[in-house]
Every structure is written in C-alpha cells, then in structure tokens.
C-alpha cells in the first residue's frame, strides 16, 4: 500500500480537510495503477496534461504525482483559494522524495484558463453537499475569509451546480480518449445524471469505477472518456 501524503501544518478553517472522499480516490488510483490501467492503454491514448480542479490539500495530485501512478504526466493542481495553493505545494514539497517529481499550481475557476480539449486526465473532488445557496467567492485580497472553505463544501440545491458546470465543459476540455474522475454522494442522483449526460453526450463512455458507504453518506467515482 502506497502511503498518504502528510499535510504539514495545515489550517483546516480555510481549506477543506481530507476525508473519505479524499482516500476513495487515492484508493481509485493506487488500484488502477496495480492494475496497470494507465500504463496497458493503446498506443493512441497517451496521458499527458493530468488536472485536478480544486486541489484543497492537495493529497490526491501529490499522492499520483509522487508515485507517478500515471506514465510521462505533466501535472496540474487548480484551486480559486489561495490557501489550497499554498497548502497543495506545502504538502508536495513535504512529500516528494526525487527531484524528477513535479507539481504546478494554478489559481483559477474550474477550466477556465486552459486551452480547448488539452485535458488529458482530469481529477474533481466537487463541493457536492446540498445546501440552499452557494456563498460568494470572496474577493482574492480576502483569504481569511470563511467563505473559502465553504465553497469547498456545499453545491447548490441537489448538491450538483459545480459539478453541472464540469459536466457540461467536459467535450470541450478533455482531449480525445481524455478521461474525467468525478465523485458524487448518492444524494446527488448520480444513476440520473449520468444517464442525463449521455443524451446530450454520445461520444462519452460512462462507467462507475468504484463506490463505497462511509458511514451515512454512500460515494461514488466515475470515469467519463472522451471518444
């Protein structure tokens, strides 16, 4: 078993803290990469530019970059907080052990600053929690604000405005054979909106590549590819 990045010195008040939906995915990857997914792929899908979008700690990014789980990637950890950024290179930083390890962060709102379908890999761990509304981003001079860590929580009415923006990005973001990692918690009615994805989306393939029920909450990874 691969070890979990140490978070050095964090500030749980302004980032979101790694939890079960954190480890699901670091489980997701380990498997896959035991399993030789990545590395077993045809020859005309290369993995290349791998993203995640709001990175928080940045456990997931630094455990696949640091034990390389993904073959000649060039990776990219994205938060809108400037306290994931910092804390993301932090826990990097205390991770990496060779100097042929990289990690580069960049401050943005979900896909915005990239280029059209240069995604090869993408990573989303989204704020999937219920709630009534969705905060403001605070103002970028402002990163004190409690109002970070909220946005990495909660997501609108079903849990799903954030992750209904990625959804939507997704056939102009990732390349072809590009694939997407998105969890959902069951109360997002995630058998629904895949089926709902792919009647809008039929170049994508969709399947659940794992799901597990820690505590009261049920979750659930699935792999989208760009055909």
């Not at 959804?167 to 990692?181: F, I, P």
Request: proline letters at 6%.
């Amino acid at each position: 078993m691969l070890p979990t990045p140490i978070v050095p010195n964090p500030d749980y008040n302004l980032v979101y803290e790694p939890a079960e939906d954190s480890f699901l995915f670091l489980d997701l990857f380990e498997q896959l990469h035991n399993e030789e997914y990545f590395t077993k792929t045809t020859p005309s899908k290369k993995f290349s530019t791998v993203l995640e979008i709001g990175t928080g700690t940045g456990i997931i990014s630094t455990f696949i970059s640091t034990n390389k789980l993904i073959p000649n990637a060039y990776h990219i950890a994205s938060d809108i907080n400037l306290n994931a950024l910092q804390t993301t290179k932090n826990t990097f930083e205390n991770t990496r052990t060779t100097k042929d390890a990289y990690l580069d962060t960049i401050r943005c709102n979900l896909t915005d600053p990239f280029r059209l379908n240069e995604i090869d890999v993408l990573i989303f761990n989204p704020p999937y929690v219920p709630s009534e509304s969705i905060p403001l981003v605070p103002s970028i001079q402002d990163d004190t604000n409690d109002d970070w860590l909220d946005l990495a929580l909660v997501g609108g009415t079903d849990g799903m405005m954030i992750t209904n923006k990625v959804l939507d990005s997704l056939d102009s973001t990732l390349s072809v054979n590009g694939e997407a990692y998105i969890l959902f918690c069951a109360r997002n009615n995630h058998s629904k909106v895949v089926t709902e994805f792919l009647k809008s989306h039929i170049n994508f393939k969709v399947e659940n590549v794992i799901a597990r029920k820690c505590g009261w909450e049920e979750l659930a990874i699935y792999r989208f590819i760009r055909q």
